[in-house]
C-alpha cells in the first residue's frame, strides 16, 4: 500500500506557527488526493485538510480555515500543512492519508488506516 510518513510535529506557543510535511515513500503523491486528519487527547478523530491530486480542489474544515494553508510540493514528493496562529485546542496527533479529497471525507473524519502520525501541542 501507499507508505506515508508525517513529522514536523512539536511544542509551540499559542499564536505560533508550525509546519507539518507529508512525504511519500518512494510513490509519487501526484496521484493521490490526500488528507489531514488529527486526533485530540480523549476525542475522536477528525478532518482537517486535504488536497486533490491534481492541486485544483483545496477544502478546509471551520476551525482551520484562515489559519492552515494546504500545499502540494510535486518536486519533493510532500504534501504540506502549514499551520498558523496556532490554539491549544488544535493540540492533538496529526495523520496524512490517501482519501478522496471531499468536504464528506474530512466531515465523516474517514481518514482511513492508523498510522503513527505526528504530535503537534500547542501550549503556553
Known amino acids: 500500500q501507499l507508505q506515508l510518513v508525517e513529522s514536523g510535529g512539536g511544542l509551540v506557543q499559542p499564536g505560533g506557527s508550525l509546519r507539518l510535511s507529508c512525504a511519500a515513500s518512494?510513490?509519487?503523491?501526484?496521484?493521490?488526493?490526500i488528507g489531514w486528519f488529527r486526533q485530540a487527547p480523549g476525542k475522536e478523530h477528525e478532518g482537517v485538510s486535504c488536497?486533490?491530486?491534481?492541486?485544483?480542489?483545496?477544502l478546509y474544515v471551520d476551525s482551520v480555515k484562515g489559519r492552515f494553508t494546504i500545499a502540494r510540493d510535486s518536486a519533493n514528493n510532500t504534501v504540506y500543512l502549514q499551520m498558523s496562529f496556532l490554539r491549544p485546542e488544535d493540540t492533538a496527533i496529526y495523520y496524512c492519508?490517501?482519501?478522496?479529497?471531499?468536504?464528506?471525507?474530512?466531515?465523516?473524519?474517514?481518514?482511513?488506516?492508523w498510522g503513527l502520525g505526528t504530535q503537534v501541542t500547542v501550549s503556553s
Open positions: 518512494g510513490f509519487d503523491l501526484d496521484y493521490y488526493d
Open positions: 492519508s490517501a482519501r478522496p479529497c471531499t468536504m464528506t471525507t474530512l466531515l465523516k473524519a474517514d481518514f482511513g488506516a
Open positions: 488536497i486533490s491530486s491534481s492541486g485544483g480542489s483545496i
